[in-house]
């Protein structure tokens, strides 16, 4: 995603009341606003603290909906999800919407834990709120595809931070959690803070003071200004933290869609000059609008004197973003590159933060003959995670990859994704590339999307017999009223237990399970055999 030190996931968090200069220390807290019953409220999604909680309501829809993450300000330091009311929350249930509202570990406590630096604990409790979020999308019947956060001041600098960081997601966790991914379809934003480093803060805006707590130098009665110039005297020293945690060290091309508003600034921005609101300047919000534009990256910056007049705010933002048509979930996304092993250490780096779709190309046991029965759960975990969470922008590039593992997967995505946009690379690949297993899945998509019939047909001649199989596949599917995609991707949304994958042992009686006929009629395994043929296809090979 893009060049960053890491050190061990869509967020939404909007303040109800106008912004103002978070001040330290505990204040009495308000009342909180009349807010529609949680369907799961104070839902635990970590053991080391108590404000690790999640409420959840549920927007009512038969299929997945998306969802949005609200995250409370405060300066890391205070607030509450129970600050968020109904005129936060019901918008986004009207337009079938789920919401989640998060609590997290604050500055404070993070430090009395020996969490270096402090703010790591805030920002990696919002993006474990995000994976349980995820792990819980069959239950709480929500598209883990479609998740977009918010929040104002330091709840929208940890939702942006959400949104430029790499994936966080560790494939081979033995937490079920762990694997799930960090990433967001978008964010939109309110007073963000977007950088961390003093030296950068003092030449955009003069008189800056936030941020020293962040990185542990908050002491009982040391102002805000006095943490600000310890931060700025140890700047070398904590140097790799401020590019970890400062959002605007994290952009590449690769990120979703970000709106920035500022709606407390008081005269148009200058930069170096002094502010009225200095914490929530809308000089953050320029200086990382130009950062993701230059990256290609959808930037919508928004305050008094220059209002956005596309989307109008930020509930209506998201609501554009994740009511995105079908099957294009995140065709606004930017395009981007498939990443390359940026990130903490260069090429030798782990892959725990890389895509899917990198991790699939750098498999141990890559799709081939040799490895029939090594790596295959992998290579299925990977799938789910390829189709669930990368974007079609991204799949349409990967068509074109050297490695032809990374081919075949993109090119079976695209079809279960119903992308039409690329048909034509399809075809060209149903026709014409050199490894069978990828013309089978380009003739495959081709059957989903019921498109390129001329293709389809050159396939049943060709050369090796499984494409010809697909093809007379893919006919029948050209012919047919039925959305074979559509029934594939709804299988993927509702994801997949890892544990389970391998329970079936061949000589040993087969687990009972529901599947689905190829007219869309449900059977029971356990009513149909011995009585009638089936087949079963086992998912070994990138399927």
């Not at 949680?38 to 053991?47: S, W």
């Not at 079609?392 to 995505?413: P, Q």
């Not at 060209?428 to 019921?450: H, M, N, Q, T």
């Not at 299988?491 to 997949?496: H, N, P, R």
């Given at each position: 995603?893009?060049?960053?030190?890491?050190?061990?996931?869509?967020?939404?968090?909007?303040?109800?009341s106008?912004?103002v200069a978070?001040?330290?220390g505990?204040k009495?807290?308000?009342?909180?606003?009349?807010?529609?019953?949680?369907?799961v409220?104070?839902?635990?999604?970590g053991?080391?603290?108590?404000?690790?909680?999640?409420d959840?309501?549920?927007?009512?829809?038969?299929?997945?909906?998306?969802v949005?993450?609200?995250i409370?300000g405060?300066?890391?330091?205070n607030?509450?999800?129970?600050g968020?009311?109904?005129?936060?929350?019901k918008p986004?249930?009207?337009?079938?919407?789920s919401?989640?509202?998060?609590?997290y570990?604050?500055?404070?406590?993070?430090?009395?834990?020996?969490?270096?630096?402090?703010?790591k604990?805030c920002?990696?409790?919002a993006a474990?709120?995000?994976?349980?979020?995820?792990s819980?999308?069959?239950?709480?019947?929500?598209?883990p595809?479609?998740?977009?956060?918010?929040?104002?001041?330091?709840?929208a600098c940890?939702?942006?931070?959400?949104?430029?960081?790499?994936?966080?997601?560790?494939?081979?966790?033995?937490?079920?959690?762990?694997?799930?991914s960090?990433r967001?379809t978008c964010?939109?934003?309110s007073?963000?803070?977007?950088?961390?480093?003093?030296?950068?803060?003092r030449?955009?805006?003069?008189?800056s003071?936030?941020?020293?707590?962040a990185f542990?130098?908050?002491a009982p009665?040391?102002s805000r200004a006095?943490?600000?110039?310890?931060?700025?005297?140890?700047?070398?020293?904590?140097?790799?933290?401020?590019?970890?945690?400062?959002?605007?060290?994290?952009v590449?091309r690769?990120?979703?869609p970000?709106y920035l508003?500022?709606?407390n600034q008081?005269?148009?921005?200058?930069?170096?000059?002094k502010?009225?609101?200095?914490?929530?300047?809308?000089v953050?919000?320029?200086k990382l609008?130009?950062?993701l534009?230059a990256?290609?990256v959808?930037a919508?910056?928004?305050y008094?004197?220059?209002k956005?007049?596309?989307?109008?705010?930020v509930?209506?933002?998201?609501?554009?973003?994740?009511?995105a048509?079908?099957?294009?979930?995140?065709?606004?996304?930017?395009?981007?590159?498939?990443p390359?092993?940026?990130?903490?250490g260069?090429?030798?780096?782990?892959?725990?933060?890389?895509?899917?779709?990198?991790?699939?190309?750098?498999?141990?046991f890559?799709?081939?003959?040799?490895?029939?029965?090594?790596?295959?759960?992998?290579?299925v975990?990977l799938?789910?995670?390829?189709?669930?969470g990368?974007?079609l922008?991204?799949?349409?590039?990967?068509?074109?990859?050297?490695?032809?593992f990374?081919r075949a997967?993109?090119?079976?995505?695209?079809g279960?994704?119903?992308?039409?946009?690329?048909a034509?690379?399809?075809?060209e690949?149903?026709?014409g590339?050199?490894?069978y297993?990828?013309?089978?899945?380009a003739v495959?998509?081709l059957?989903?999307?019921?498109?390129?019939?001329?293709?389809?047909e050159a396939?049943?001649?060709?050369?090796?017999?499984?494409?010809?199989?697909?093809?007379?596949m893919?006919?029948?599917?050209?012919k047919?009223?039925i959305?074979?995609?559509?029934q594939?991707?709804?299988?993927?949304a509702?994801?997949?237990?890892?544990?389970?994958?391998?329970?079936?042992?061949?000589?040993k009686?087969?687990p009972?399970?529901?599947?689905?006929?190829s007219?869309?009629?449900?059977?029971?395994?356990?009513?149909?055999?011995?009585?009638?043929?089936i087949?079963?296809?086992?998912?070994?090979?990138?399927?």
């Amino acid at each position: 995603m893009m060049s960053r030190i890491s050190f061990s996931l869509l967020l939404l968090t909007i303040c109800q009341s106008p912004l103002v200069a978070q001040a330290q220390g505990k204040k009495k807290a308000p009342k909180p606003p009349p807010r529609p019953t949680p369907t799961v409220a104070d839902f635990a999604y970590g053991k080391d603290s108590p404000r690790q909680r999640i409420d959840f309501w549920q927007a009512k829809s038969e299929r997945p909906t998306p969802v949005v993450l609200l995250i409370h300000g405060g300066g890391w330091q205070n607030g509450d999800k129970t600050g968020y009311g109904a005129s936060m929350i019901k918008p986004f249930l009207d337009e079938g919407i789920s919401v989640a509202a998060i609590n997290y570990r604050f500055i404070n406590q993070a430090m009395e834990q020996k969490v270096e630096p402090p703010v790591k604990a805030c920002l990696h409790d919002a993006a474990r709120a995000l994976q349980t979020i995820r792990s819980k999308a069959r239950e709480w019947n929500i598209d883990p595809r479609r998740v977009g956060a918010t929040g104002s001041s330091a709840g929208a600098c940890t939702s942006l931070w959400l949104a430029l960081h790499d994936d966080l997601a560790d494939a081979k966790s033995d937490d079920p959690v762990a694997r799930q991914s960090s990433r967001l379809t978008c964010a939109a934003v309110s007073g963000a803070q977007t950088s961390l480093d003093p030296k950068e803060l003092r030449e955009w805006i003069a008189n800056s003071i936030y941020g020293g707590h962040a990185f542990g130098f908050a002491a009982p009665g040391r102002s805000r200004a006095e943490e600000f110039e310890m931060l700025v005297a140890n700047r070398e020293k904590v140097l790799p933290w401020i590019k970890e945690y400062s959002p605007i060290e994290l952009v590449s091309r690769d990120d979703p869609p970000i709106y920035l508003d500022y709606p407390n600034q008081k005269a148009p921005p200058v930069i170096g000059g002094k502010e009225a609101d200095p914490t929530h300047s809308a000089v953050y919000g320029v200086k990382l609008a130009e950062r993701l534009k230059a990256a290609g990256v959808e930037a919508v910056l928004s305050y008094p004197g220059a209002k956005d007049e596309k989307y109008g705010s930020v509930i209506k933002f998201l609501i554009a973003k994740l009511k995105a048509a079908e099957g294009d979930k995140r065709s606004e996304s930017p395009a981007s590159p498939l990443p390359s092993g940026r990130g903490a250490g260069g090429e030798g780096a782990s892959l725990r933060n890389a895509s899917p779709l990198e991790r699939y190309r750098k498999l141990e046991f890559p799709p081939k003959d040799a490895n029939f029965d090594k790596g295959w759960k992998d290579r299925v975990v990977l799938e789910f995670e390829i189709i669930n969470g990368a974007d079609l922008r991204t799949l349409r590039a990967a068509l074109k990859d050297e490695n032809s593992f990374v081919r075949a997967v993109a090119a079976r995505a695209l079809g279960i994704l119903g992308d039409k946009q690329s048909a034509d690379a399809l075809a060209e690949l149903a026709k014409g590339d050199p490894e069978y297993f990828v013309r089978i899945r380009a003739v495959e998509s081709l059957g989903y999307l019921k498109m390129k019939s001329e293709a389809i047909e050159a396939a049943k001649k060709d050369r090796q017999g499984g494409v010809r199989w697909v093809a007379v596949m893919a006919e029948g599917q050209l012919k047919s009223n039925i959305d074979y995609a559509a029934q594939v991707r709804k299988a993927f949304a509702e994801g997949i237990d890892s544990e389970a994958i391998g329970s079936a042992v061949v000589g040993k009686p087969a687990p009972d399970f529901t599947a689905q006929t190829s007219d869309g009629k449900l059977f029971k395994l356990s009513d149909v055999l011995g009585k009638k043929p089936i087949a079963i296809y086992f998912a070994a090979f990138d399927g």
